[in-house]
Structures are given as C-alpha cells and as structure tokens.
C-alpha cells in the first residue's frame, strides 16, 4: 500500500524552521544518502518520447512537429 499527500512548499519551511539544528543535520544527511540533493532532471531521448507518440496513433505530421520542436528546446541544447 502507497500513501500519497501532498505538502506545499512553504508548509514544509515553516515545519524545518521549527527543528532544532540536529534534526535538519539528520535530514540533509538523509536527502545526501538517498541522492536526492543534488539530484538533476534528465530528459528522455527525443526519439523515445516521439516512438511513444508514434505508439498510440499520432499523425506523421504531429510526430515530425513534436520531434523538431523538442530538438530545437532548450531543454535538448
């Protein structure tokens, strides 16, 4: 079983701002452990998103329009 909430983001500072300085050490070591700190997007390959695309049915003309505007987007420079 998976339980989900959603926190926004200034309900979590207010939370962090009310720890001492030892529980958020022990939370920035365990963001580090578990890789989430300095974790970065990366992107699917522009070919894999437009195969998925191609997948479910889309038009030739939409699959060439998606594939060159994902190419050309800053994302993929």
């Keep these: 079983m998976q339980l989900s909430v959603e ?5 979590i500072i207010s939370l962090i ?4 300085l030892n529980e958020i050490e ?3 070591n365990s963001l580090i ?3 989430l700190y300095f974790k970065t997007f990366q992107a699917d ?3 894999d998103i437009v195969n998925d ?3 479910e049915g889309y038009s030739d003309g939409f699959l060439k329009d998606l594939e060159n ?3 050309k987007s800053s994302l993929y420079q």
């Design 53 to 55: 695309f191609q997948q």
């Design 26 to 28: 022990k939370i920035k």
């Design 33 to 35: 452990e578990r890789e």
């Design 69 to 71: 505007g994902l190419s």
């Design 45 to 47: 390959k522009v070919e």
């Design 7 to 11: 926190i926004k983001t200034n309900d």
């Design 17 to 20: 701002t009310q720890m001492s």
